[in-house]
């Protein structure tokens, strides 16, 4: 890749490519006159270390609120962000944020039961969303959520930052340009150990599911978009237990393949027990992969021909930049809800197949 | 790895360690004296292109014999390599190779469908064995190569070559010394674009099964090794074929899940529509891998904490090396048939685990 090629991939992955194709390029757009606000619901870790500091690079749109049930958060959030009282909710009073012209955008960074409720009572309130992966706990709550967004005339995004990453990008790009042929097979693995046995991840009320759900997803996404295919069925196997008291409620370690149109297939593994982080394919003609595939930084990538020379930016950033010109431009998202239906239908499959033993049909296309 | 670890793992490896162990290391020992005679059994391309040459390389054996059906490829032999009239033979008077005192060791590079029949007629006419892997093509086949050998006091090794490859060697250290702690997980993938449409590999009679058969024991004998269990159970998938006609006889592609008793988990692919080649491990502090894992040469080794640092060495010269010098020492070599048939185990398992889609006990301790 050279070097003016790359410098417009990490470019156009925040500003969005089409700024290139205008004759205006460079020009003031009416989109920049004006940042968007965002306001984060749950104040975790994820949004404590990654978003926040990420929402002090964007262009597009920044930190104004918070919704928090832990009061005890909020000064330390009000001194280092500046956010103003009156962009400040609970879980309570949150409905209340319809009336407030601050805040464009809420991110939902809560556990994963709670996505469809705070999307759609946001949707309600008028607000776009980004909603973090998995976009919910079933099938059925994305579908509610996707369209309660549309009644309300409002964005769903879903937090597929890889999307905007640009070793996820050239892993689509390879795919897409069949520079290396057509695909073939692809393993792509997301594990790691889940230490604390008390973490929400491992309470099946909050979590929806065990690694699947909170990391397999990128496994998934990795597959899906290096093949560049929809699959049209799974199987999928569940492994003892190594610790059956802290993973009573989720499962510890699983493995599903997908099957895809043109003949490919993914091998995938997911698990809360070791890490394990990759995304590989190989080819008619040579093979091209990400290692530390899934992680917020640190990603290696290399081909059959040699490694990637990419130089990394904050996904995060990119992400939420991306969504917000969108939203800006009123045109659609790159990771809107129907993206993340498609794979809340994979993980459906994958645990209908590890409960029945058999191979699992699927049509995301539908 | 230090300079001289290196060094003494390559060394080791063809020599056997034990000679750095005897207060005689350096002199000459009783079976330096002599080397021992092999006949080639099928001058195919691995006799012709691997092992010949490897044999120009070995200390403790010399290729002195070859074994065909073809009289036109008897000159270029005869030439290349002085192989003498006497030592010549073909597939109808092979048993008259009980009076030659030249050949001790017969090396079967047959079709796999052809190994048990000529195994068990080299034990009868009083040779030790080497044979290709798979070592059969069933469980049954390889007991009686087992017990043949067994009955006429022979030794039978299996061609497991990476067992003196300096890179599995370290894979096998790292996990049986749990420099990066326990093994949690097996990611071992080995395929290859099977070109010609008429080669015996893809006739079902001639090799007993497709890329399971051919390459795909490589990914189970890495999970085996690195994992340091035998697995208890296998579940396994096999995949509609791209190419119905031209693999109308043997599987295309599929994949195959080992559960160890220690909790560690395998999961593995092979196939014959593309290239993949690769042994990793997860384990509880790091992980380690080597890439183009099962090939001839090519070897790239790396861990959680940077490269491995191995010289490459000819791993068909080390493994006959290593298994006359065993034959030598009147002690058994590394790569018997018992380990062989251990993998047989595993393939009819994960075949079985295909036709009834359930999971397969394993049992390979018995």
Same mark, same amino acid.
């Given at each position: 890749?050279?070097?003016?090629?790359?410098?417009?991939?990490?470019?156009?992955?925040?500003?969005?490519?089409?700024?290139?194709?205008?004759?205006?390029?460079?020009?003031?757009?009416? =989109?920049?006159?004006?940042?968007?606000?965002?306001?984060?619901?749950?104040?975790?870790?994820?949004?404590?270390?990654?978003?926040?500091?990420?929402?002090?690079?964007?262009?597009?749109?920044?930190?104004?609120?918070?919704?928090?049930?832990?009061? $005890?958060?909020?000064?330390? =959030?009000? !001194?280092?962000?500046?956010?103003?009282?009156?962009?400040?909710?609970?879980?309570?009073?949150?409905?209340?944020?319809?009336?407030?012209?601050?805040?464009?955008?809420?991110?939902?960074?809560?556990?994963?039961?709670?996505?469809?409720?705070?999307?759609?009572?946001?949707?309600?309130?008028?607000?776009?969303?980004?909603?973090?992966?998995?976009?919910?706990?079933?099938?059925? !709550?994305?579908?509610?959520?996707? %369209?309660?967004?549309?009644?309300?005339?409002?964005?769903?995004?879903?937090?597929?930052?890889?999307?905007?990453?640009?070793?996820?990008?050239?892993?689509?790009?390879?795919?897409?340009?069949?520079?290396?042929?057509?695909?073939?097979?692809?393993?792509?693995?997301?594990?790691?150990?889940?230490?604390?046995?008390?973490?929400?991840?491992?309470?099946?009320?909050? $979590?929806?599911?065990?690694?699947?759900?909170?990391?397999?997803?990128?496994?998934?996404?990795?597959?899906?978009?290096?093949?560049?295919?929809?699959?049209?069925?799974?199987?999928?196997?569940?492994?003892?237990?190594?610790?059956?008291?802290?993973?009573?409620?989720?499962? !510890?370690?699983?493995? =599903?393949?997908?099957?895809?149109?043109?003949?490919?297939?993914?091998?995938?593994?997911?698990?809360?027990?070791?890490?394990?982080?990759?995304?590989?394919?190989?080819?008619?003609?040579? =093979?091209?992969?990400?290692?530390?595939?899934?992680?917020?930084?640190?990603?290696?990538?290399?081909? $059959?021909?040699?490694?990637?020379?990419?130089?990394?930016?904050?996904?995060?950033?990119?992400?939420? %930049?991306?969504?917000?010109?969108?939203?800006? !431009?009123?045109?659609?998202?790159?990771?809107?809800?129907?993206?993340?239906?498609?794979?809340?239908?994979?993980?459906?499959?994958?645990?209908?197949?590890?409960?029945?033993?058999?191979?699992?049909?699927?049509?995301?296309?539908?």
């Amino acid at each position: 890749m050279t070097h003016s090629r790359r410098k417009f991939l990490q470019y156009s992955a925040v500003m969005g490519a089409s700024a290139f194709a205008s004759p205006l390029a460079g020009l003031a757009m009416p =989109w920049q006159q004006r940042k968007l606000g965002v306001a984060l619901i749950g104040l975790g870790g994820y949004a404590t270390n990654q978003l926040a500091p990420a929402l002090q690079q964007t262009q597009n749109i920044e930190l104004r609120g918070i919704v928090t049930g832990t009061p $005890s958060k909020i000064p330390v =959030w009000v !001194e280092k962000y500046k956010i103003q009282d009156k962009n400040i909710y609970n879980y309570e009073n949150f409905d209340k944020i319809v009336d407030n012209k601050d805040i464009d955008v809420v991110y939902i960074v809560l556990p994963n039961s709670m996505h469809a409720e705070y999307t759609i009572r946001a949707a309600k309130a008028g607000k776009h969303v980004i909603c973090e992966k998995p976009m919910a706990v079933s099938v059925k !709550e994305g579908q509610a959520m996707i %369209d309660a967004c549309k009644k309300a005339n409002r964005q769903l995004a879903i937090g597929y930052r890889l999307h905007y990453d640009p070793f996820h990008l050239e892993m689509m790009r390879l795919t897409r340009e069949k520079v290396f042929g057509k695909v073939k097979l692809v393993e792509a693995s997301d594990g790691f150990r889940a230490g604390d046995p008390n973490q929400w991840r491992l309470k099946h009320a909050l $979590s929806g599911g065990g690694p699947l759900m909170d990391v397999g997803i990128y496994a998934i996404q990795g597959a899906r978009y290096t093949v560049g295919e929809e699959p049209i069925y799974v199987t999928a196997q569940e492994f003892p237990k190594t610790e059956p008291e802290k993973f009573k409620d989720v499962e !510890e370690s699983l493995a =599903w393949q997908l099957y895809f149109p043109g003949g490919a297939i993914a091998n995938s593994f997911s698990t809360y027990t070791t890490g394990v982080n990759r995304l590989y394919a190989a080819a008619e003609g040579g =093979w091209y992969e990400v290692n530390n595939a899934y992680g917020y930084r640190g990603q290696q990538g290399r081909t $059959s021909k040699g490694p990637m020379e990419i130089t990394p930016i904050n996904q995060q950033a990119a992400h939420m %930049d991306g969504v917000a010109k969108a939203i800006l !431009e009123n045109r659609p998202n790159n990771v809107p809800g129907e993206e993340g239906l498609r794979d809340m239908k994979v993980i459906e499959g994958i645990y209908e197949a590890i409960s029945s033993g058999k191979k699992v049909k699927l049509d995301l296309l539908k």
